[in-house]
């Protein structure tokens, strides 16, 4: 994409494939030391299940910007395949970013206010802040913001981006 170097988006969601890589990579050792003490030594984790939840939460989140930023979330174009004016179809498009954008912005605002809500509170096992679960959601949000910022600007300046 032209304009990953231009406003540096590309850089930055590099670093993030490898922290989503790195997670999934600390996910299966979590599991498979689970399943060692477990069934071999039968001293089962008390804190296994609750680390590889919150770590997949978090990579359910991150995941989602990284798909976003290169265009692989499913779109659904069935009204846009029938309109034929190329200018209304740059509209119906930055219609659907104005809406994603908005819904970014408040599942952000209404996140926080729930990882503010649940800061205090501790995870069972780990004895964590609950927060930090919680705290995928709005990260998830803000890093998804910017591409569609992108996307915006590049269907007013009528480039081809992913939908």
């Not at 032209?2 to 988006?9: A, D, M, R, T, V």
């Not at 976003?68 to 190329?86: A, N, P, Q, Y």
Request: proline share 3%; hydrophobic share 55%; net charge positive.
């Amino acid at each position: 994409m032209n304009g990953e170097k231009k406003n540096g988006l590309g850089k930055g969601f590099r670093l993030i494939d490898r922290v989503l890589a790195s997670m999934v990579i600390l996910v299966l050792a979590e599991v498979l030391m689970e399943v060692f003490f477990r069934y071999l030594l039968h001293k089962p984790l008390s804190w296994g299940g609750e680390l590889s939840q919150t770590i997949l939460v978090w990579i359910t989140f991150i995941g989602a910007a990284a798909a976003l930023f290169r265009g692989e979330h499913m779109t659904i174009d069935l009204l846009l395949h029938r309109v034929k004016s190329g200018a209304a179809k740059r509209v119906l498009r930055l219609i659907a970013l104005a809406a994603i954008a908005v819904f970014l912005i408040i599942g952000f605002k209404a996140g926080w206010t729930v990882v503010e809500r649940t800061w205090k509170m501790r995870t069972t096992a780990m004895q964590i802040p609950a927060g930090i679960l919680y705290l995928a959601f709005p990260t998830g949000c803000l890093l998804m913001l910017p591409v569609v910022f992108r996307d915006i600007l590049a269907a007013l300046k009528k480039e081809d981006r992913p939908c």
